[in-house]
């Protein structure tokens, strides 16, 4: 059991909450992923370790971790939704549009903006939900490589 899935299995516990052998199986799996996973590739992988954990297991358990604050959503490619780990505290996160790897960041001063929002719509507001997208340093040096191979490429350039 690594760090992070006992932190998870503590704070299950500390809520007075079972640990089966399915949410076991659940907690590993989004413990041992390196970056956020959807709900089928979750269940796939929490199968892996227990092969009856069903897929209304997976979202009731993502459900009960999201309630405690002990997972986020992420906003993925093609309009799903994957599941990280949470951090203690107010973060954000940063999502590679290619390879869906997902940096965690804090701080957001969006005191002023917020606020004219509100004053805008006449809501108060309660929360907010930030998660910028872009590149990572890695599909940034992959692209610039694969670009540079294209430019040096020798072309057809007969008919």
């Known amino acids: 059991m690594n760090a992070r899935e006992k ?4 704070r299950l516990r500390e ?4 640990l089966t ?19 089928n590739d979750l269940h796939e992988s929490a199968r892996d370790y227990a ?3 069903g897929l209304v ?4 358990t993502l459900e009960l971790l999201e309630a405690l604050e002990l997972v986020r959503p992420v ?3 093609e309009n799903c939704h994957g599941y990280t780990i949470a951090t203690p505290g107010h973060t954000h996160h940063m999502v590679c549009r290619e390879c869906n790897s997902v940096i965690e960041f804090e701080g957001c001063d969006l005191s002023t903006f917020l606020a004219e929002v509100a004053r805008q719509t006449g809501f108060q507001i309660t929360g907010h939900w930030l998660e910028l997208e872009g590149l990572c340093p890695a599909c940034q ?14 072309g057809d350039h007969g008919a």
């Open 21 to 39: 052998q399915a949410r076991r199986a659940v907690i590993h799996a989004l413990a041992a992923a390196d970056k956020p996973l959807a709900v």
């Open 75 to 77: 906003h993925l490619l």
């Open 7 to 10: 932190i998870l299995t503590d």
């Open 15 to 18: 809520h007075g909450y079972k």
């Open 141 to 154: 040096h992959k692209k610039s490589h694969i670009q540079a191979v294209d430019q040096h490429t020798p």
């Open 57 to 60: 297991t997976v979202y009731r």
């Open 51 to 53: 092969c009856d954990v």
